[in-house]
T-cell receptor
Framework: ELKVEQNPLFLSMQEGKNYTIYCNYSTTSDRLYWYRQDPGKSLESLFVLLSNGAVKQEGRLMASLDTKARLSTLHITAAVHDLSATYFCAGGSGGSNYKLTFGKGTLLTVNP | GAGVSQSPSNKVTEKGKDVELRCDPISGHTALYWYRQSLGQGLEFLIYFQGNSAPDKSGLPSDRFSAERTGGSVSTLTIQRTQQEDSAVYLC????????????FGPGTRLLVL
C-alpha cells in the first residue's frame, strides 16, 4: 500500500525567501502529482511528474521527481503572498495509477 | 470550458438520514473518482469509475456507502443511515482516462451530520 509523507506540515515564510517542500513515498509510484488548495476551495492541479528526473516549473514553483529515492520536491523561489495555500503531493497507484494517495498537505503562509 | 461540478455545495443532515451527493464530470472524461477530505483522515480515495463500471471500490468506508454512474457521465454517491463520522468534504474528480492522467477536482460537497 502506497504511503505518502510530506514535510514540513506547516511553513511560514517571508516574502522573497526560498524554500522546499519534501514528499516521500513508500513504494513504487510512476506518477507524482502536486496540487494546491486555497481555504474553502477545491484542489487545483499544479504538476504531474511522470518519470525519474522529471522537472517542471511554473512561475515561482518548481517540482522534481527522483523515483530511486522515492522523493519529490516542490521548490518555491522568492515567495509572494499569493502563494499562501495548502500544497498536497499525491502518488498514483492501482493498475493504471488512477488511485491517488495524498500526503497530509503543507500549509504555506507567506508573510509580507 | 466547464469544470467538474458538484451539488449540493453544502448539506446538513440528521444522524440516521440518507443523503445523495451528485457529481457532473468534465464532458468527455471517461474516468471519475470520489474522494473524501476530513480533518482527521486527510484526503482519502473512495471509488473509481471507468465509464459506468467501478473497478475499484476499495476506499468505501462501509456498506452504508454506495455510488453509481449512469450514461458515462453523472455520478451519485449515496450514504445511508448517516453517522457523525461521515461529516467531511466529498470531492469528485474526473480525468480523460483512468491512466494516471491529471485528475480535475470539483468544488466539493461539505456534509455535516448532526
Amino acid at each position: 500500500e502506497l504511503k505518502v509523507e510530506q514535510n514540513p506540515l506547516f511553513l511560514s515564510m517571508q516574502e522573497g525567501k526560498n524554500y522546499t517542500i519534501y514528499c516521500n513515498y513508500s513504494t513504487t509510484s510512476d506518477r507524482l502529482y502536486w496540487y494546491r488548495q486555497d481555504p474553502g476551495k477545491s484542489l487545483e492541479s499544479l504538476f504531474v511528474l511522470l518519470s525519474n528526473g522529471a522537472v517542471k516549473q511554473e512561475g515561482r514553483l518548481m517540482a522534481s521527481l527522483d523515483t530511486k529515492a522515492r522523493l519529490s520536491t516542490l521548490h518555491i523561489t522568492a515567495a509572494v503572498h499569493d502563494l499562501s495555500a495548502t500544497y498536497f503531493c499525491a502518488g498514483g497507484s492501482g493498475g493504471s495509477n488512477y488511485k491517488l494517495t495524498f500526503g497530509k498537505g503543507t500549509l504555506l503562509t507567506v508573510n509580507p | 470550458g466547464a469544470g467538474v461540478s458538484q451539488s449540493p455545495s453544502n448539506k446538513v443532515t440528521e444522524k440516521g438520514k440518507d443523503v445523495e451527493l451528485r457529481c457532473d464530470p468534465i464532458s468527455g472524461h471517461t474516468a471519475l473518482y470520489w474522494y473524501r477530505q476530513s480533518l482527521g483522515q486527510g484526503l482519502e480515495f473512495l471509488i473509481y469509475f471507468q465509464g459506468n463500471s467501478a473497478p475499484d471500490k476499495s476506499g468505501l468506508p462501509s456498506d452504508r456507502f454506495s455510488a453509481e454512474r449512469t450514461g458515462g457521465s453523472v455520478s451519485t454517491l449515496t450514504i445511508q443511515r448517516t453517522q457523525q463520522e461521515d461529516s467531511a468534504v466529498y470531492l469528485c474528480a474526473s480525468s480523460l482516462r483512468g491512466q494516471g492522467l491529471t485528475q480535475y477536482f470539483g468544488p466539493g460537497t461539505r456534509l455535516l451530520v448532526l
